[in-house]
């Protein structure tokens, strides 16, 4: 386990925003407030990465080949 893995740092590692990721967290953690130094657990950390998983998902390997040429 890292010892801490703060909201900005995933944020970035998965090319989206602070304010994003937050959102997921919020959705499912109503009471917690937190910011983008805040230092997330297991368990936040699974559920950020599986929303942005699916989300960002693709329906085969041509599709993402053809998304990597264009860059």
């Known amino acids: 386990m890292i010892d ?8 970035k590692d ?3 925003s602070n304010k ?3 959102n ?3 959705k499912y953690y109503p009471d917690d407030q937190r910011k983008h130094m805040t230092a ?5 950390l699974n ?3 599986d929303h ?3 989300k960002n998902s693709i329906k085969n390997l041509d599709d ?7 860059k």
């Open 4 to 11: 801490k893995y703060r909201v900005h740092e995933v944020a």
């Open 14 to 16: 998965l090319s989206v």
């Open 20 to 22: 994003d990721v937050l």
């Open 24 to 26: 997921v967290l919020t």
């Open 40 to 44: 997330l657990s297991d368990n936040e």
């Open 47 to 49: 559920l950020v990465f």
């Open 52 to 54: 942005f998983t699916q």
């Open 64 to 70: 993402y080949f053809a998304l990597a040429s264009k």
